[in-house]
């Protein structure tokens, strides 16, 4: 049987520190360590390189170019990275034709490459949908209406579906209006096998002092960083009153102007805000803290679950999220809060701040739920659903 060869459509890839851009090292090196041919096509750079058996081909749009003048036109705008990578995909598919594509759902990057004769995968991270806030304004939703029909498009057109967890597939499939059959596996991501290394490895800061608490993510609704800084003033002013130990609170991904001008000076002085930062500040975040705060509304996956537990923290989390039910919920690895308000989230929060005990047994049960997800399941499943969706195109 000859090599398979897939392309992988990504925004951003390693060393950029997102979410999408570890999720498409794993799917790219898990597959290449099953001997696929991998081509990456992302956003975030230029030039083309080698790393880990895998190819990258940067697009990076160049300033002043017709396509990076088309993005920033309100809802036409998300039409120029679909432009970028169709253009990049056929003239290699041209040379050297791909077997399969693979690109994730969110705002749609594969949406042009729709009905080109190449079987297309969509792996379903969270839908622009679930990321914006309860308030927008009319041109925001008009800009969200154009992201989110480009998705179903992409969706409908897909020969085979991915998604992270079984309820995240349900979700997708009403989203989208998926009814028509055709191959959809529920696949867990993976995490950087040396990184579960140095997580396991990583003493826990359990001494005197301030109890270490770790966000990260963006700072917006779905995240629950509403619910965050409530609950940051509802401990700080019971700090205050001397019934709560003290506290601090690392923010990742999270910068000044994301901090809204009423929360109190009180509430400030326990935030700790560092920005987007890389990998190895990261895992030093990860490897500080007592604690992570991941108090998410939804998350199709939640790669910071799946992170805290390698570094054995306890997570606080929603239980407003499937995902957090069973990462964390069922494996007793944090506490769930009841509902996505600050008041739930402070209730869930406040044992871990008094009881040291209780985060040693916490985090035993966290190491022990971390790598479940590894990259031989993660590249053995995608590559069968790769087959099932090509053969299913070919029967089309």
Known sequence: MSRLRTALLAWDYPPAP??????AREIAESLGALGVAVTVFTLDRTGTEACGGVTIRGLGLAPGSALARLRRWGSAGHLAAPLAFRRAVLREHGRTPFDCLEATNWYAPASLLVGIGLPLVTRNSTPAAFTRGPAASPRDRLDGAAAD???RWQARGSAGLISNTAAHADRMVELYGLHSPRPHAVIGLSLPP?????GRSAPYPDGP????????GR????????????????LAAEGEAGTRPPFVIDLVGVTEADVPDAVPASVRRCLRILGRIDAPALDAAYAAAQVVLAPSRYESFGLVYQEALAYGRPV??????????????????GRLARAATGAALAEAIRPLLSDPALRQRL?????????AFDRTRLGGETLALYRRAIAAHQGR
Not at 18 to 23: P, R, V
Not at 320 to 331: K, L, Q
Not at 363 to 371: E, F
């Open 18 to 23: 997102s979410g999408l851009s570890t999720a």
């Open 194 to 198: 040396d990184r579960l290394a140095r």
């Open 219 to 234: 700072a917006e609704h779905r995240k629950g960083f509403d619910c965050l800084l409530a609950a940051a003033a509802i």
């Open 209 to 216: 002092g301030s109890v270490r608490l770790l966000f990260v």
């Open 363 to 371: 985090r035993a049960n966290a190491l022990a739920a971390s790598g």
């Open 316 to 333: 606080v989390a929603c239980a407003e999220d499937a995902s957090a039910r069973a990462f964390v919920g069922e494996p007793e690895a």
């Open 149 to 151: 029909g480009l998705e």
